[in-house]
């Protein structure tokens, strides 16, 4: 089997995306939700968008920043085990 890698970044294959597509992903936001295809550099965000629905082709690309990593927001407050705290 021949990998096609889409996202050098993140590592992902054409396969990926077409499983991805065949889930229901329409859009590209679809992709960099479900796998994060075009959430570093973003130059395979055409790429990417090559590989859905013809419907989708409309899509036009934005600027979006995606993380997997969840991160607070400025406005929370982080409540600490007492164990933890005064370690």
Not at 15 to 25: C, H, L, T, W
Not at 27 to 40: C, E, K, M, P, Y
């Amino acid at each position: 089997m021949i990998l096609m890698y889409i996202c050098i970044c993140n590592a992902i294959t054409d396969s990926q995306i077409k499983e991805a597509v065949a889930n229901g992903a329409t859009t590209l936001a679809d992709l960099q939700f479900d796998l994060g295809v075009a959430t570093n550099c973003g130059r395979c965000a055409e790429s990417a968008m090559s590989l859905l629905p013809a419907m989708a082709s409309d899509n036009v690309l934005h600027a979006t920043e995606i993380s997997r990593v969840q991160r607070p927001a400025a406005n929370d407050t982080q409540v600490l085990p007492a164990a933890v705290a005064y370690s």
